[in-house]
Protein backbone atom coordinates (compact mmCIF):
# COMPACT_ATOMS: atom_id res chain seq x y z
CA UNK A 1 0.00 0.00 0.00
CA UNK A 2 1.06 3.76 -1.02
CA UNK A 3 0.20 6.12 1.65
CA UNK A 4 0.63 9.86 1.45
CA UNK A 5 -1.56 13.22 2.00
CA UNK A 6 -3.27 15.05 -0.88
CA UNK A 7 -3.62 18.73 -1.55
CA UNK A 8 -6.52 19.26 0.72
CA UNK A 9 -4.99 17.35 3.86
CA UNK A 10 -6.34 13.99 3.18
CA UNK A 11 -4.65 10.76 3.41
CA UNK A 12 -4.91 8.51 0.67
CA UNK A 13 -4.18 4.98 0.67
CA UNK A 14 -3.82 3.80 -3.13
CA UNK A 15 -3.29 -0.05 -4.04
CA UNK A 16 -2.38 -1.90 -6.91
CA UNK A 17 -4.71 -5.52 -6.31
CA UNK A 18 -8.60 -6.19 -6.49
CA UNK A 19 -9.33 -5.86 -2.68
CA UNK A 20 -10.38 -7.37 -0.65
CA UNK A 21 -11.83 -3.54 -0.08
CA UNK A 22 -12.52 -1.51 3.44
CA UNK A 23 -14.78 0.55 1.21
CA UNK A 24 -17.07 -0.51 -1.33
CA UNK A 25 -15.58 1.50 -4.89
CA UNK A 26 -18.35 3.75 -6.30
CA UNK A 27 -15.94 6.34 -8.05
CA UNK A 28 -13.77 5.30 -11.40
CA UNK A 29 -10.90 6.86 -12.83
CA UNK A 30 -9.93 6.04 -16.27
CA UNK A 31 -6.46 5.72 -18.15
CA UNK A 32 -6.69 5.79 -21.55
CA UNK A 33 -2.93 6.15 -23.73
CA UNK A 34 -3.07 6.41 -27.54
CA UNK A 35 -0.47 6.72 -29.88
CA UNK A 36 1.48 8.03 -26.90
CA UNK A 37 -0.67 10.77 -25.28
CA UNK A 38 -2.92 10.52 -22.64
CA UNK A 39 -6.78 11.43 -22.58
CA UNK A 40 -7.64 13.94 -20.16
CA UNK A 41 -10.90 15.72 -19.81
CA UNK A 42 -10.84 19.44 -18.90
CA UNK A 43 -13.02 20.27 -16.09
CA UNK A 44 -14.69 23.32 -15.49
CA UNK A 45 -13.24 24.16 -11.76
CA UNK A 46 -10.54 21.60 -11.53
CA UNK A 47 -8.94 21.56 -15.07
CA UNK A 48 -6.93 19.14 -16.65
CA UNK A 49 -7.61 15.47 -15.23
CA UNK A 50 -8.26 12.13 -16.46
CA UNK A 51 -11.52 10.67 -16.60
CA UNK A 52 -13.85 9.31 -14.35
CA UNK A 53 -16.78 10.05 -11.90
CA UNK A 54 -19.55 8.06 -9.67
CA UNK A 55 -21.08 4.81 -10.23
CA UNK A 56 -24.53 5.29 -10.83
CA UNK A 57 -27.28 2.61 -9.68
CA UNK A 58 -27.55 -0.33 -10.98
CA UNK A 59 -24.12 -0.22 -13.07
CA UNK A 60 -21.08 -2.08 -12.65
CA UNK A 61 -17.33 -0.22 -12.23
CA UNK A 62 -16.68 -1.07 -15.62
CA UNK A 63 -20.07 0.31 -17.06
CA UNK A 64 -18.86 3.67 -14.99
CA UNK A 65 -15.59 3.67 -16.08
CA UNK A 66 -17.05 3.41 -20.27
CA UNK A 67 -19.45 5.99 -19.61
CA UNK A 68 -17.87 8.60 -18.16
CA UNK A 69 -14.83 8.37 -20.56
CA UNK A 70 -18.02 8.53 -22.77
CA UNK A 71 -19.76 11.52 -21.01
CA UNK A 72 -16.72 13.68 -20.49
CA UNK A 73 -14.59 13.10 -23.75
CA UNK A 74 -16.75 11.76 -26.36
CA UNK A 75 -13.96 8.86 -26.62
CA UNK A 76 -15.43 5.14 -26.90
CA UNK A 77 -13.24 3.10 -24.84
CA UNK A 78 -12.86 -1.12 -24.89
CA UNK A 79 -10.85 -3.13 -23.13
CA UNK A 80 -10.96 -2.28 -19.66
CA UNK A 81 -8.75 -3.10 -17.13
CA UNK A 82 -8.42 -3.51 -13.11
CA UNK A 83 -5.47 -1.07 -12.13
CA UNK A 84 -5.76 0.04 -8.87
CA UNK A 85 -8.13 1.77 -5.98
CA UNK A 86 -7.49 4.20 -3.41
CA UNK A 87 -9.58 5.60 -0.63
CA UNK A 88 -9.77 9.19 0.29
CA UNK A 89 -10.30 9.21 4.02
CA UNK A 90 -12.72 12.14 3.49
CA UNK A 91 -14.93 13.07 6.24
CA UNK A 92 -17.38 10.32 4.69
CA UNK A 93 -14.27 8.13 2.84
CA UNK A 94 -15.09 6.87 -0.20
CA UNK A 95 -13.36 4.70 -2.47
CA UNK A 96 -12.16 4.84 -6.06
CA UNK A 97 -11.08 2.24 -8.62
CA UNK A 98 -8.47 2.67 -11.47
CA UNK A 99 -9.10 1.19 -14.55
CA UNK A 100 -7.00 1.55 -17.95
CA UNK A 101 -8.77 1.53 -21.55
CA UNK A 102 -8.05 1.83 -25.17
CA UNK A 103 -9.50 3.71 -27.51
CA UNK A 104 -12.60 1.87 -29.46
CA UNK A 105 -13.68 5.70 -31.47
CA UNK A 106 -13.60 8.97 -31.20
CA UNK A 107 -17.01 11.15 -31.65
CA UNK A 108 -17.16 14.90 -32.61
CA UNK A 109 -17.08 16.47 -29.31
CA UNK A 110 -20.81 18.40 -29.55
CA UNK A 111 -21.03 21.17 -27.20
CA UNK A 112 -20.07 21.03 -23.62
CA UNK A 113 -21.68 18.73 -20.95
CA UNK A 114 -19.77 17.61 -18.43
CA UNK A 115 -16.87 19.41 -19.45
CA UNK A 116 -15.38 21.86 -21.74
CA UNK A 117 -13.98 19.09 -23.74
CA UNK A 118 -10.82 16.86 -24.11
CA UNK A 119 -7.22 17.12 -24.79
CA UNK A 120 -4.67 14.39 -25.44
CA UNK A 121 -1.36 15.70 -23.54
CA UNK A 122 2.46 13.13 -24.08
CA UNK A 123 3.79 12.55 -20.77
CA UNK A 124 6.28 15.75 -20.74
CA UNK A 125 2.85 17.88 -21.55
CA UNK A 126 1.26 16.17 -18.59
CA UNK A 127 4.02 16.85 -15.90
CA UNK A 128 4.28 20.37 -17.05
CA UNK A 129 0.80 21.63 -17.72
CA UNK A 130 -0.78 24.53 -16.17
CA UNK A 131 -4.06 23.77 -15.23
CA UNK A 132 -3.70 20.13 -13.67
CA UNK A 133 -6.26 19.24 -11.43
CA UNK A 134 -5.14 18.89 -7.77
CA UNK A 135 -5.41 15.28 -7.75
CA UNK A 136 -3.25 14.92 -10.90
CA UNK A 137 -0.79 16.81 -9.23
CA UNK A 138 -0.60 14.44 -6.06
CA UNK A 139 2.16 11.58 -4.68
CA UNK A 140 -0.41 9.07 -5.80
CA UNK A 141 -1.05 9.74 -9.28
CA UNK A 142 2.73 9.98 -9.95
CA UNK A 143 3.17 6.33 -8.29
CA UNK A 144 0.11 5.30 -10.56
CA UNK A 145 1.87 6.46 -13.79
CA UNK A 146 5.23 4.90 -12.31
CA UNK A 147 3.07 1.60 -12.36
CA UNK A 148 1.49 1.79 -15.54
CA UNK A 149 4.81 2.37 -17.24
CA UNK A 150 6.49 -0.67 -14.96
CA UNK A 151 2.74 -2.80 -16.23
CA UNK A 152 2.76 -4.65 -19.46
CA UNK A 153 -0.31 -3.17 -20.76
CA UNK A 154 1.46 -2.67 -24.89
CA UNK A 155 1.83 1.34 -23.92
Known amino acids: MFTFTDENG ?5 RFDEGP ?8 LVLVKQENK ?10 VE ?23 TQVCVTDIKWFAYY ?9 KAVFTAKVEGIDPFVGEHETVGMTWLTEEELQNHPN ?5 RDEGMKKILQEVKNHDRQW
Open 21 to 28: FDIEPKHV
Open 38 to 47: WLCTIHYKRG
Open 50 to 72: FPGGKQEPGETLVEAAIREVYEE
Open 87 to 95: IVHDRIPFC
Open 10 to 14: LQVDL
Open 132 to 136: LSFYM
